[in-house]
């Protein structure tokens, strides 16, 4: 018998996680990439505790760390630059065994990308059908260069997954969390940046530090859905431009093509399964989640290394060991999602009386105990492990 042969749709994070999982348990890979290349500006990511676990066990941990930065603290302010809140990110590391590290998301997909052969990736690849196959079929992926056999398919193509609606076309799509999202890399101002985030009304902005000087900015403000600004970086000006430094600064540093903006999303329905014969879900094709704590990334990297996990395990029957993923990882995301999303909307509280009381409480919760508050709220998002290798189903 033959080294399983596994498809992943989506050059993404969760897509080339699950490559390089599976790569490490013997199996061939052929990622299919829609994008001919990639085709936004750059962007940074904090990751937490449970994503940097999922590296550590495909050995990429150590090598994702060495590059990038970690602050030593994590601050909440007003609009108007008044701490609310500040956690140590040394406690916090001696809780969870890591607090937030930063990076660029193209540093962490040259990792990925670094563990797999040169010819598993075929950018410009659209897929355009799946038979999800059974316990005696393989799975069969129909796309615009022609049609692959596969042992596995991996459908990590994202919030709008055509996979997810081929295997689910009755159940309803992720919806609308209510806010938009800008991100963007800026040069720093020439002096440190403190990380954390200003909560505003229906308005948050974030800043983490990146390796080389470089700053990661993030923002999110309640709009209707589908909406756009000739000028995104202008658009950014108008609403935080009087926000306190260096905010204005910083967006005033961004080309404006550097700013991505994008919707939030959220699985409010949880799907009935992450598989369906041969195919699995992983990401925000299986669980769409709002961007805070950067936990779409980090649950992506999860699922990859729990599929990995479980289909290496018992790669000849695979429809078995799906069911085994689904077992797995549907109630812990339905939670984290959840959680995720109550998070959002205290964040971006719009009545005057609810971000009035929101500030009074999170300053409250500073003043007295914040990291065991805090903590309290993070246990169980931040504590999951991996699998442990050689460990049976």
């Not at 590296?55 to 609009?79: K, M, Y």
């Not at 010819?119 to 005696?136: F, K, L, R, S, Y």
């Not at 470089?214 to 995104?232: F, I, K, L, Q, S």
């Amino acid at each position: 018998m033959g080294q399983p042969h596994a498809v992943i749709i989506g050059g993404g994070i969760g897509g080339l996680t699950t490559a390089a999982a599976l790569c490490d348990r013997g199996w061939t890979v052929t990622v299919c990439e829609r994008e001919p290349s990639p085709g936004e500006a750059d962007v940074g990511l904090g990751l937490l505790p449970n994503g940097l676990r999922a590296l550590d066990a495909i050995g990429l941990g150590d090598a994702l760390r060495a590059g990038a930065t970690r602050p030593d603290a994590a601050v909440l302010r007003r609009v108007d630059g008044r701490v609310l809140l500040r956690l140590d990110q040394e406690r916090l590391s001696r809780r969870y065994g890591d607090a937030v590290v930063v990076v660029a998301r193209s540093a962490l997909l040259r990792l990925l990308l670094g563990r797999l052969p040169a010819t598993a990736v075929h950018a410009g690849v659209a897929v355009t059908g799946v038979e999800p196959g059974d316990t005696h079929q393989p799975a069969r992926v129909r796309t615009t260069a022609g049609d692959l056999s596969a042992d596995l398919v991996v459908a990590a193509d994202g919030v709008r997954s055509t996979v997810r609606g081929l295997l689910f076309p009755d159940h309803p799509e992720p919806a609308y969390a209510g806010f938009t999202t800008w991100r963007f890399v800026a040069p720093g101002p020439g002096g440190p940046v403190a990380a954390g985030e200003t909560w505003g009304r229906g308005a948050a902005f974030g800043l983490l530090p990146l390796p080389g000087g470089r700053v990661y900015g993030y923002a999110t403000a309640n709009a209707p859905a589908h909406r756009r600004a000739a000028d995104e970086r202008a658009e950014l000006l108008r609403l935080f431009g009087d926000w306190h430094g260096p905010v204005p600064e910083l967006l005033r540093a961004v080309p404006p093509r550097a700013v991505v903006r994008a919707d939030a999303w959220v699985a409010d329905a949880p799907l009935p399964a992450y598989h369906r014969g041969r195919v699995a879900l992983v990401g925000d094709a299986a669980h769409a989640i709002p961007p805070n704590l950067d936990q779409g990334a980090c649950l992506a990297m999860e699922d990859a290394v729990v599929l990995a996990h479980r289909a290496s395990s018992s790669a000849a029957y695979l429809p078995s060991a799906l069911a085994s993923y689904t077992d797995d990882r549907l109630g812990r995301t339905s939670y984290v999602v959840q959680r995720i999303a109550q998070f959002a909307e205290l964040a971006r509280a719009a009545s005057p009386v609810l971000a009035r009381g929101r500030d009074a409480g999170v300053r409250l919760m500073g003043a007295l105990a914040p990291h065991r508050s805090v903590q309290r709220y993070l246990d169980s998002i931040l504590r999951w492990q991996p699998p442990r290798q050689g460990a049976l189903l």
